[in-house]
């Protein structure tokens, strides 16, 4: 899966959960982020249905029934081969990688140690995408871009449409969201 590429078609990204799966399948987001799910979930029909219809990532570290380690991410290709994957965890992003599954790396930044922990971060893990947190830090996402090289997905609290068109006039690659209002958005008519 090439994630430039899909975002450059349609930057949302659903943040769904296992019960908003189906609404997230349906809109017109250009992938999905599943943020739960137990590993039974993962293995039955549904979601291999769904996986089929359009790019599902897993939130590694929120899947039930897993530990975080790299036999987990083994198991995840083999089983369940997902998109891709979405962690903090710098171990289960670089056993994703070698699995050849698309990696987003989730940052949170609440002041400037943790903005600089996050690139040094980033630079070692060498992620496909760089997600992040809280969507409203827009601003300096630039900076984080050129100084990593990645591209930039903004997510958390993001739930209005204004933050979303403000957010791709800075140029990041992609927004997640939870709000399932935003999913059907037209970005193309709307800026």
């Not at 799910?37 to 939130?59: A, T």
């Amino acid at each position: 899966m090439d994630i430039k590429e899909l975002l450059s078609k349609n930057p949302l990204i659903a943040a769904a959960q296992h019960d908003t799966l189906e609404l997230a399948v349906a809109s017109k987001v250009s992938s999905i982020i599943l943020m739960n799910g137990k590993l039974n979930e993962l293995m039955g029909r549904d979601f291999q249905k769904y996986n089929k219809k359009k790019p599902i990532l897993l939130h590694a570290d929120l899947i039930k029934g897993l530990s975080n380690d790299r036999e987990a991410i083994n198991f995840i290709k083999e089983y369940i081969n997902p998109a891709g994957i979405v962690s903090t965890k710098s171990t289960l992003l670089r056993a994703a990688k070698k699995q050849g599954l698309t990696t987003i790396q989730r940052i949170f930044l609440i002041d400037s140690n943790s903005l600089k922990s996050a690139i040094e971060s980033i630079k070692e893990n060498n992620p496909d995408v760089v997600e992040i947190m809280p969507g409203w830090v827009y601003p300096i996402a630039e900076g984080i871009k050129k100084e990593t090289n990645k591209p930039i997905v903004l997510g958390g609290l993001i739930n209005h449409k204004k933050l979303v068109l403000d957010i791709i006039k800075y140029g990041s690659y992609g927004i997640s969201s939870s709000k399932v209002d935003l999913w059907n958005m037209d970005i193309s008519s709307e800026g």
